[in-house]
């Protein structure tokens, strides 16, 4: 049965962060310094970003953005540095305290299920880590971006596609062709190019190249 409910949907968000932890527990340092799929950040920035959106209200993240004249990639190394530990063991510790969190910038709790679900692949495709998020939860966040441009441009990403999830319900749209697991077209639409290499269709090279502008 697909998540609709708010409260479903925060269940979901505690159990992917909880798998994550799960899946860092055992990094060494090295592995925690490696490149992720999230531009320029380290697997332990991504982490730290993490906590940092389990930590932020509406009014301390509008607060923030204020701080940093609503320039968002300053906000975010603001939030990252104060949310970083001094080790990664340090860094890994901050992001378990917040694993049952329900603090949010906003109300759209499908779209902070994508953000641990999305960074989480940051993480784990790089480092090689197997665990996927189950199909159901993957169903939700790949719904709410197809409708919506929020933290990424995703809607945009999926304009005038028709894409269809191998592995569960999702589909959407019209035009040339992108199938794939619902994670890796999910991911596709989040600008994560590494997972059209998982996608077939016609339509693949036209994600691809939006991808690779984002």
Not at 56 to 67: A, I, P
Not at 139 to 155: K, P, Y
């Amino acid at each position: 049965m697909l998540r609709t409910s708010a409260s479903d949907l925060w269940s979901a968000v505690h159990a992917e962060r909880a798998a994550l932890a799960e899946d860092l527990a055992g990094l060494d340092e090295d592995r925690w310094a490696q490149q992720s799929l999230c531009g320029r950040w380290s697997v332990e920035e991504v982490v730290a970003h993490l906590t940092a959106a389990a930590s932020l209200g509406r009014f301390r993240w509008l607060r923030s953005m204020l701080g940093a004249r609503f320039d968002a990639d300053l906000h975010n190394r603001r939030r990252l540095a104060e949310h970083r530990g001094a080790t990664p063991a340090g860094t890994l510790r901050r992001f378990e305290a917040v694993i049952g969190s329900t603090t949010a910038p906003s109300k759209d709790t499908a779209a902070w299920l994508g953000e641990v679900v999305v960074h989480a692949q940051d993480i784990r495709r790089p480092l090689g880590l197997p665990r996927t998020p189950p199909v159901g939860t993957v169903t939700e966040v790949a719904r709410f971006f197809a409708s919506r441009d929020f933290a990424v441009a995703s809607r945009s990403a999926a304009e005038g596609l028709h894409l269809v999830a191998t592995d569960g319900p999702f589909e959407t749209g019209s035009g040339p062709g992108v199938r794939g697991t619902t994670l890796a077209l999910t991911l596709a639409m989040a600008g994560r190019s590494a997972y059209c290499d998982d996608l077939t269709g016609e339509g693949v090279p036209i994600l691809r190249s939006r991808c690779t502008s984002a």
